[in-house]
Each structure stands twice: as structure tokens, then as C-alpha cells.
């Protein structure tokens, strides 16, 4: 799963901008037709928004329900050593990281790919 949690309710990515300030956005309400960009805040109609650039690849880091549980409301990220959560270039850098660890493909199904902000990492 890709997208990210806004109030603590989780939105999937839906591959489409915000046609004034270019920004992802988010369905809203539940409709498909109607999102709401975060960045300029405003509620959207399909036909305000743009496709998002296939390039398009943001930061994420990785999580899943605690103890892999998934009733479970509490998230575990994938940590560092320093016990932060790790922030990787794109979703495929994680999917290949989890792989090479030894999660298999359907593994990944259970697991939130949260996009962060896309500023660069210091």
C-alpha cells in the first residue's frame, strides 16, 4: 500500500496533482471524483487535477501493523540503527531492501509505504 496517513486515517496515492500549485492530492470524502490537495488545502473536482508524471517517485518510509497484527491500530516503522525510522529514496529502494532481508512478495501487501516529505535528506 502507498499513500499517507492524514489524521490518522490513511490515504492511498491516487497518481493525480493539483492543477494550481502541482502538489499530489488525496481522495476526499471517499468519492472519486472529488480530492483535496494538502498543500494548498483546497477540495478538488477530478477535472481540477492533472495526472501525476509517471516519473514521479517521493520519499517513503515503511511500516506495518504492530506485531504484524493486522487489527492492530499501532504502527511499527522499519528502523535505523539510532532507532529512527528509516526515510528511503522511493518505494522501489524499500521493496528491494525488504526482499533482500528475506519478505517475500506478499509480505509487501501488508505494508504501509508512507510518502514523506520530498525535501532532501541532511
Not at 495526472?51 to 535505523?80: C, H, K
Not at 501488508?110 to 510518502?115: L, P
Request: one cysteine or more.
Amino acid at each position: 500500500m502507498s499513500g499517507i496517513f492524514i489524521k490518522q486515517e490513511w490515504h492511498d496515492t491516487t497518481g493525480r496533482i493539483c492543477g494550481k500549485c502541482k502538489s499530489p492530492v488525496w481522495r476526499s470524502g471517499g468519492s472519486e471524483e472529488s480530492f483535496q490537495c494538502l498543500n494548498c488545502g483546497k477540495v478538488l473536482k477530478k477535472f481540477e487535477t492533472e495526472d501525476q508524471d509517471p516519473s514521479y517517485r517521493p520519499r517513503i518510509t515503511v511500516a506495518r501493523r504492530a506485531g504484524g497484527i493486522t487489527i492492530n491500530t499501532a504502527l511499527e516503522f522499519l528502523l535505523d540503527d539510532n532507532e529512527n525510522p528509516i526515510v528511503f529514496e522511493s518505494q522501489s529502494d524499500a521493496e528491494k531492501l525488504l526482499l533482500d532481508a528475506g519478505y517475500e512478495s506478499e509480505d509487501l501487501g501488508h505494508m504501509y509505504f508512507i510518502e514523506v516529505d520530498n525535501e532532501p535528506k541532511t
